[in-house]
Nanobody, 124 residues
Framework: QVQLVESGGGLVQTGGSLKLTCAAS????????IGWFRQAPGKEREFVSA????????INAESVKGRFITSRDNAKNTVSLQMHFLKPEDTAVYYC?????????????????WGQGTQVTVSS
């Protein structure tokens, strides 16, 4: 059973930084993509970033390019989302998700495993 647990959310001021971590367990993730999504109140879930577990290739949403970096630690079975230059519009619940495929994807339909989410609030 794949399990994903996010941590690291919190309150930060505009321009600040925050690092989210997704701890993955229950499977060997060498053929998986791990994605980050977010959902603000009243809005649809939005793709943020994704990384292939084996090769470490990444894609990012235009809204976070140059500010957010996704990386993985194979030894610890974790994927991190380092967020810099945070803006109030980054406020949302952030979820990590796993897709059993080797090709990067931004479509939430292809992710079948989800964490419980962690709140990120950016104050202006």
């Amino acid at each position: 059973q794949v399990q994903l647990v996010e941590s690291g959310g919190g309150l930060v001021q505009t321009g600040g930084s925050l690092k989210l971590t997704c701890a993955a367990s229950g499977h060997a993730f060498t053929s998986y993509v791990i994605g980050w999504f977010r959902q603000a109140p009243g809005k649809e879930r939005e793709f943020v970033s994704a990384i292939t577990w084996s090769g470490g290739n990444t894609i990012n949403a235009e809204s976070v390019k140059g500010r957010f970096i996704t990386s993985r630690d194979n030894a610890k079975n974790t994927v991190s989302l380092q967020m810099h230059f945070l803006k109030p519009e980054d406020t949302a619940v952030y979820y990590c998700a796993a897709a059993h495929q080797a090709i990067l994807t931004a479509s939430h339909h292809e992710y079948h495993y989800w964490g419980q989410g962690t709140q990120v609030t950016v104050s202006s």
